[in-house]
């Protein structure tokens, strides 16, 4: 049930800049759950987009797909658990088994959905540019012939069916796995005859098979392990014959519940969390669309799950395996034009960083601009006989990281590298933890952050000996220190010598290695410390302005808007005034237009080519009105992890940064704008209005392109 939109003859007056119950009231904020599978649905939605090249349109199909596995993993298992535990949620006036119910329903008609526009749009397009997959009845006798030997050749010697009997009862099958159901008529070799069996398919073997081109005419011809499998069943029960073979998957609780209090080796209780994340408790089954009811029912009653946890899918139950397609497929004509980031040109001119940033600062806004002199200062630090220490936090770096090279290098050279990694980058973990024994054998100090408190703050200090002097060099960003997803999504770099910002990041790193009470951090906002405080500032601020009669105005770019504090402060600037303009990616928890409330207040998502991941905050009245940061305005990042917010001091920046929020909310073809009862309509240009794409703008602007 999606709560509505309040009506505004309830809204009362508009809250003072001292706050009033009005804005504490349930319906005003949107359940953060329903919120994010908005987000969801409008990445579904590009699958349709014919702007876009076909392959890129089902790679946001894939997308999809994936982004709703992790919500079953993680959202819906941690309702589940909610209910199970008889809590309620109670910050938007839902209970649990309320929202879940809503979901459940959101979830079923979206699934159908993409199913549909796979079969009906996204197949038929793909089969015109003779790029095919080819379902079983449309084989050839040389196409089945080749199929049974890669099943004999590249299968059987690693396949392991289960049949079930008192001596092999049902599996204990891996979360997300593909599996089949098979029903079976005769006698095994022992003489059993119970007639069910469990075939998990080899998570070593790719879901998609391309078939020899000898075999089929011009083109790409493709077919699924699943089909291979189904169609010869038979031979992984000699002597038996298959009535029935069903492809399911099952999706498990992925979350981790490590104790604080309890944890005396965080690396050591993750390795055991990692092997339990495979086989948590299941919150989702889908299954072929005819598999027949009595093996359904079997099924749920295995997993212990309800009917409204059931999918019946028509295709394959993995649709995000098919990812691997793009890389067997040379077409560049189905997919985004290629272009080559650009590097601003002091940097080209005088490669010296050191020399560079001893003059100005340097802001790169990826993927327009390229990552590459992140690595490049590290290269240049790991190798300079002058730099005496370097300091770095890795949140996602990818298991192979230059970056990472680079850190043992320096450190098998005898400098002082310190690296905080965190061990908890959800889906990371076990990429990270083998990165932190890489590291410390190298002799570099891997620390783990503070327990309780993931470390998400992004952050590179090199400490270099000039002359009598010690110098610091450093880097701030908004996202994570990893090559590949620079180049995807969109995220700000500064690199900056300034000396008081490499004061504050030294005692950011104090505080993540050592002991003691936090010291005063002149420019950078910390959490859990001083973050939300002082965003909180910044916004009386502006609320302040706009009583002197002032324009005022508030920017913020976020991936998640979802801190119930930050959100009443700024229906209080709204109230008082302040113009206030969100680009939220995903989860958004404020309810804007509502007179009294929020009518001041904008909300729009851009959904692109790129994954729009920057966090920046711009207060019109600041002293520093641009801070770019690692968090997002949620009670995670400002409550339970160690975040930074960094302003950009040079003025110059600072307004090319405003200058970039404007043209993402000019947007009026990939731009999504937030109503009052939590839906999200399309913007489209208005008749004889120019179309803007925001990262169309950009990329020409800043990339050439």
């Given amino acids: 049930m999606t709560r509505p939109a309040p009506n505004p003859s309830d809204a009362g007056a508009p809250a003072s800049a001292g706050g009033t119950e009005e804005t504490h009231r349930a319906e005003l904020y949107i359940n953060r759950h329903l919120s994010l599978m908005q987000f969801n649905l409008r990445v579904l939605e590009q699958a349709l987009n014919e702007g876009y090249p076909l392959l890129e349109r089902l790679q946001f199909l894939l997308i999809f797909s994936s982004n709703l596995d992790e919500f079953y993993e993680i959202r819906v298992a941690w309702l589940k658990r909610q209910i199970s535990f008889a809590r309620e949620v109670l910050a938007d006036g839902l209970q649990p088994q309320?929202?879940?119910?809503?979901?459940?329903?959101?979830?079923?008609?979206?699934?159908?959905?993409?199913?549909?526009?796979?079969?009906?749009?996204?197949?038929?397009?793909?089969?015109?540019?003779?790029?095919?997959?080819?379902?079983?009845?449309?084989?050839?006798?040389?196409?089945?012939?080749?199929?049974?030997?890669?099943?004999?050749?590249?299968?059987?010697?690693?396949?392991?069916?289960?049949?079930?009997?008192?001596?092999?009862?049902?599996?204990?099958?891996?979360?997300?796995?593909?599996?089949?159901?098979?029903?079976?008529?005769?006698?095994?070799?022992?003489?059993?005859?119970?007639?069910?069996?469990?075939?998990?398919?080899?998570?070593?073997?790719?879901?998609?098979?391309?078939?020899?081109?000898?075999?089929?005419?011009?083109?790409?011809?493709?077919?699924?392990?699943?089909?291979?499998?189904?169609?010869?069943?038979?031979?992984?029960?000699?002597?038996?014959?298959?009535?029935?073979?069903?492809?399911?998957?099952?999706?498990?609780?992925?979350?981790?519940?490590?104790?604080?209090?309890?944890?005396?080796?965080?690396?050591?209780?993750?390795?055991?969390?990692?092997?339990?994340?495979?086989?948590?408790?299941?919150?989702?089954?889908?299954?072929?669309?005819?598999?027949?009811?009595?093996?359904?029912?079997?099924?749920?009653?295995?997993?212990?799950?309800?009917?409204?946890?059931?999918?019946?899918?028509?295709?394959?139950?993995?649709?995000?395996?098919?990812?691997q397609l793009?890389?067997?497929?040379?077409?560049?004509?189905?997919?985004?034009?290629?272009?080559?980031?650009?590097?601003?040109?002091?940097?080209?001119?005088?490669?010296?960083?050191?020399?560079?940033?001893?003059?100005?600062?340097?802001?790169?806004?990826?993927?327009?601009?390229?990552?590459?002199?992140?690595?490049?200062?590290?290269?240049?630090?790991?190798?300079?006989?002058?730099?005496?220490?370097?300091?770095?936090?890795?949140?996602?770096?990818?298991?192979?990281?230059?970056?990472?090279?680079?850190?043992?290098?320096?450190?098998?050279?005898?400098?002082?590298?310190?690296?905080?990694?965190?061990?908890?980058?959800?889906?990371?973990?076990?990429?990270?933890l083998q990165l932190a024994s890489q590291l410390q054998e190298a002799g570099a100090v891997v620390t783990y952050g503070v327990v309780g408190h993931k470390t998400h703050g992004k952050a590179l200090l090199v400490v270099r000996r000039e002359g009598r002097q010690l110098k610091r060099y450093l880097h701030l960003g908004t996202g994570n220190y990893h090559a590949g997803n620079a180049r995807l999504y969109t995220d700000y770099s500064l690199l900056s010598a300034n000396p008081e910002l490499g004061s504050d990041v030294h005692k950011f790193f104090q505080q993540l290695t050592g002991m003691g009470r936090t010291e005063h951090i002149g420019h950078l906002f910390c959490a859990p410390f001083t973050l939300r405080t002082r965003l909180l500032e910044l916004i009386d601020g502006e609320i302040a302005a706009a009583g002197r009669g002032e324009p005022a105005r508030i920017i913020f770019k976020a991936n998640g808007l979802t801190d119930a504090s930050i959100i009443e402060a700024l229906y209080r600037a709204s109230g008082a005034g302040v113009q206030v303009d969100l680009i939220i990616r995903g989860m958004c928890c404020l309810r804007p237009g509502i007179p009294g409330v929020s009518e001041r207040i904008r909300v729009i998502s851009v959904i692109g080519r790129f994954l729009e991941h920057s966090r920046v905050y711009y207060f019109r009245h600041a002293v520093s009105p641009v801070y770019c940061s690692s968090a997002d305005v949620m009670e995670r990042n400002l409550r339970n992890r160690l975040e930074i917010a960094f302003p950009l001091l040079d003025s110059g920046l600072a307004q090319r940064v405003t200058s970039e929020l404007e043209t993402m909310l000019a947007d009026n073809c990939q731009s999504w704008e937030l109503q009052s009862d939590g839906s999200y309509v399309l913007n489209r240009p208005a008749e004889g209005e120019e179309e803007r794409r925001a990262q169309s703008q950009l990329l020409a602007q800043l990339a050439g392109h």
Wanted: charged residues 25%; contains cysteine; aromatic residues 8%.
């Fill in 98 to 323: 309320e929202v879940l119910r809503e979901l459940c329903g959101l979830c079923h008609a979206a699934i159908e959905r993409q199913y549909r526009i796979l079969n009906e749009t996204l197949l038929p397009a793909l089969e015109r540019e003779r790029i095919r997959f080819l379902a079983r009845d449309t084989w050839s006798p040389e196409i089945d012939q080749w199929a049974q030997e890669h099943l004999r050749e590249q299968v059987l010697p690693v396949i392991s069916p289960i049949g079930l009997d008192p001596a092999h009862p049902f599996p204990r099958l891996v979360n997300k796995s593909l599996n089949f159901i098979v029903s079976l008529e005769g006698r095994d070799a022992f003489g059993r005859e119970n007639g069910l069996a469990i075939v998990p398919a080899p998570r070593s073997l790719p879901r998609i098979i391309r078939v020899p081109d000898e075999l089929c005419p011009p083109g790409d011809h493709f077919v699924f392990l699943s089909s291979v499998i189904h169609a010869h069943v038979d031979l992984l029960f000699p002597g038996m014959r298959a009535t029935g073979c069903y492809q399911f998957r099952l999706t498990r609780d992925a979350d981790f519940d490590l104790n604080a209090a309890e944890v005396e080796d965080l690396a050591r209780a993750l390795r055991g969390e990692l092997h339990t994340r495979r086989f948590g408790s299941a919150v989702r089954l889908e299954i072929a669309a005819d598999c027949p009811g009595e093996l359904v029912d079997f099924l749920l009653d295995q997993f212990n799950l309800e009917e409204t946890d059931l999918y019946r899918v028509n295709g394959p139950v993995n649709l995000g395996r098919m990812m």
């Fill in 326 to 432: 793009r890389g067997m497929l040379n077409r560049p004509d189905l997919v985004f034009p290629a272009f080559t980031p650009s590097l601003p040109e002091v940097l080209r001119e005088t490669p010296n960083y050191f020399q560079v940033l001893s003059e100005r600062d340097i802001l790169l806004y990826h993927p327009y601009e390229s990552f590459t002199p992140v690595v490049d200062l590290l290269r240049q630090a790991a190798r300079d006989s002058q730099v005496l220490a370097i300091k770095m936090t890795l949140y996602r770096t990818g298991l192979r990281s230059e970056l990472v090279d680079l850190l043992a290098d320096a450190a098998r050279a005898g400098k002082e590298v310190t690296v905080v990694i965190e061990l908890r980058a959800r889906f990371d973990e076990a990429e990270n």
